[in-house]
């Protein structure tokens, strides 16, 4: 028996006070201005949300609760025989902030082996579905074909104090985590292996599970972990984040909320950049007829794509001014087990030419390669080719961060989010137009 949720409820008791000192005492200490250019301009650095699960320094990356990706991997418990850490264990660190033992990741992996049953009518739904629909709504849509499960609106339904609410959300989170790789599993067979589906081996963790159920050897369940972590959270102003912190602020449980999540990440502008990554990348590998473009060859296919008003995808970031460090950990585990394919090395090139050009082209703010610009190459290594799933294995992913958020939004009891707008007018005259 997993001892997580009475060590959330222990956490949960010791932050409540804080949140709550900060808003009665504090409630009227300005923490910035926002300007006409960020109202405009999608709201970059407004500070305005809170979340201690993770912090995005521009210059430094990622840090989930308070630890950088490599002390991470360092620390959290390894699954036996492999270079990653246990997803679940990752999960626990992600809601309590702790580094679980080796007894509470054995045991909350049970908690998760224990929910993971797929209920049968969303593999109906899903074969119902039309044979060309992209797989980011295939997911999207069985993970909101299961809202009837929430144990979170059989309790509101029942009459829930606003303070016991977490409880239940953390019901559905687990319930649905849980679930998650065997739905994504099962989307990618059905849909690029004939519905040949292979069933779950109840003795596998998370990320070996997936990778079983995927069909696809050894290291490809490390590859797994590493991308359901390194997804999994980016603090809470990215669309996927925000769009599940928001939908679940009107109290629609996790269901709806982590649906909503995926439909945000299925933008090219976010997610699914890392599809397009490996779309770019092919259609320079059909020119150069497979052969690894020289630096000036490769400057001229970049030039090109910007001289025709397209972006660079996988480069560039709303916050991050700096090599992302996501990119930096999965191209340390490229130069492990993948030196020498092709596709790393068109990335490597990329790498070499693409900050100068964005530097020259003088709009991005941020001319270096994020997570999205190395992902798609271990997959591909590794014979998963179709890369219009891709995004569907971020999800995986980003959702074990969103749930995590949504637990402790419940537990803080943040309100319904609504901010203001103003007329076009109302800025102008605010700028003194007149
Ligand atoms: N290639 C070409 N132009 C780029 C660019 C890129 N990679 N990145 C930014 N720009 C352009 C913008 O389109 C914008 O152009 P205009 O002034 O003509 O409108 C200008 O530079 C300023 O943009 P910015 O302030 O630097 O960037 P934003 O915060 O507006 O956008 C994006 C951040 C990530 C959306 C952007 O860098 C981009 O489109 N990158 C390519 C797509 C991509 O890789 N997305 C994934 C990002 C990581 C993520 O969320 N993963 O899920």
Redesign the pocket.
């Known amino acids: 028996m997993s001892n997580l949720k009475e060590k959330l409820a222990e956490k949960i008791d010791a932050q409540r006070p804080r949140t709550i000192r900060l808003l009665k005492e504090y409630g009227d200490t300005k923490v910035g201005d926002v300007t006409i250019q960020q109202i405009i ?2 709201m ?1 650095g407004v500070k305005c949300l809170t979340t201690d699960i993770s912090y995005l320094d521009p210059y430094e990356g990622i840090r989930f609760r308070g630890y950088t990706i490599p002390e991470v991997l360092e620390k959290l418990p390894k699954v036996p025989g492999g270079e990653m850490p246990y997803v679940e264990g990752f999960f626990y660190l992600l809601l309590t902030g702790d580094v679980p033992t080796d007894e509470e990741v054995s045991a909350v992996a049970e908690e998760f082996n224990k929910r993971k049953k797929v209920p049968e009518y969303v593999f109906d739904m899903l074969r119902a579905l039309p044979e060309d629909s992209h797989p980011m709504a295939m997911f999207s849509a069985a993970i909101v074909s299961m809202q009837k499960e929430s144990e979170f609106v059989k309790e509101y339904n029942a009459g829930i104090n606003k303070f016991d609410m977490w409880k239940p959300t953390y019901e559905d989170a687990l319930n649905l985590l849980a679930k998650l790789p065997e739905v994504a599993a099962f989307i990618y067979r059905l849909k690029y292996k004939g519905g040949d589906i292979i069933a779950p081996d109840p003795n596998l963790d998370m990320g070996g599970n997936f990778a079983h159920m995927m069909g696809i050897d050894k290291p490809y369940d490390d590859v797994a972990r590493l991308y359901f972590l390194l ?1 999994s959270d ?1 603090e809470s102003g ?3 984040a925000h769009t599940g912190h928001l939908v679940a602020s009107a109290l629609s449980d996790m269901y709806y909320s982590i649906s909503a999540m995926i439909n945000g ?1 299925a933008g ?7 599809q ?2 490996l779309r770019w990348i092919q259609g320079v590998m059909d020119k150069m007829g497979g052969k690894v473009p020289t630096k000036e060859e490769m400057t001229k296919f970049v030039w090109d ?2 001289n025709s008003g ?11 001014r700096k090599t ?1 460090p996501r990119y930096q950990a999965q191209r340390e585990f490229c130069l492990k087990h993948l030196p020498d394919d092709p596709i790393f090395a068109y990335v490597n090139v990329l790498y070499e030419v ?1 900050p100068d050009i ?1 530097q020259e ?1 003088g ?5 270096w390669p ?4 190395q992902s798609g190459v271990i997959q591909w290594h590794y014979g998963l080719k179709e890369y219009d799933f891709y995004t569907v294995l ?1 999800g995986v992913g980003r959702a074990l961060g969103v749930a995590a958020n949504i637990v402790w939004d419940r537990a803080l009891g943040y309100p319904i989010e609504r901010p203001k707008s103003l007329t076009t007018p109302m800025l102008e005259e605010i700028a003194g137009i007149k």
Not at 268 to 274: Q, R, T
Not at 310 to 320: E, F, K, R, S
């Open positions: 301009g999608g970059r997804h980016h990215n669309v996927s990440l090219p502008l976010h997610g699914l950049a890392n397009e990554v794509t910007l397209q972006v660079i995808p996988g480069y560039g970031h709303a916050v991050l992302d693409v964005l082209h709009h991005a703010k941020n001319p994020n997570v999205d610009a971020f």
